[in-house]
């Protein structure tokens, strides 16, 4: 099995060898997306102290990365979301039915102690299929 990364100057790319997504097996549809945060392309922390904007940034990125990769939000069938405060779902709930609506893709919440840098609060990963000719 092959696997091709896809990454858009959209994002920042934290490390050397990150890949935004990697599509298994190319010319397949199924497409991983690698965990998001709320970073700018020029590494910038959007919503520090906010859920809801570092939520709705992270989503930001994901729509423009899988942009890239000829996907929608519409075409991801799984999330997992890691937070640093579960408490604070009712921050984030809102900003899912933005993008989403009334039906979610499959989706897993898990508490964490951290993410990478403190003042992150959240971090999302997710599987997206698409119709490949």
């Given at each position: 099995?092959?696997?091709?990364?896809?990454?858009?100057p959209?994002y920042?790319?934290p490390?050397?060898?990150?890949?935004?997504i990697?599509a298994a097996?190319p010319?397949?549809?199924?497409?991983?997306?690698s965990?998001?945060?709320?970073?700018?392309a020029?590494g910038?922390?959007?919503?520090?102290d906010?859920?809801?904007?570092?939520?709705?940034q992270v989503?930001?990125?994901?729509?423009?990365?899988?942009?890239?990769a000829?996907?929608?939000l519409?075409?991801?069938?799984?999330?997992?979301?890691?937070v640093?405060?579960?408490s604070?779902?009712?921050?984030?709930?809102?900003v899912?039915?933005?993008?989403w609506?009334e039906?979610?893709?499959?989706?897993?919440?898990?508490?964490?102690?951290?993410?990478?840098?403190?003042r992150?609060?959240?971090?999302?990963?997710?599987i997206?299929?698409?119709?490949?000719?």
């Amino acid at each position: 099995m092959g696997r091709s990364a896809i990454n858009s100057p959209e994002y920042h790319v934290p490390i050397d060898g990150f890949a935004q997504i990697i599509a298994a097996e190319p010319g397949t549809g199924t497409l991983y997306v690698s965990g998001l945060t709320s970073r700018t392309a020029d590494g910038t922390i959007v919503g520090i102290d906010d859920m809801a904007a570092q939520a709705r940034q992270v989503l930001v990125n994901m729509s423009n990365i899988l942009d890239a990769a000829g996907a929608t939000l519409d075409d991801v069938v799984q999330i997992r979301t890691y937070v640093t405060d579960i408490s604070l779902w009712n921050e984030i709930e809102p900003v899912w039915r933005d993008y989403w609506g009334e039906v979610w893709p499959a989706s897993t919440l898990v508490q964490i102690e951290r993410l990478f840098d403190p003042r992150q609060m959240i971090e999302m990963e997710a599987i997206a299929r698409i119709e490949r000719p």
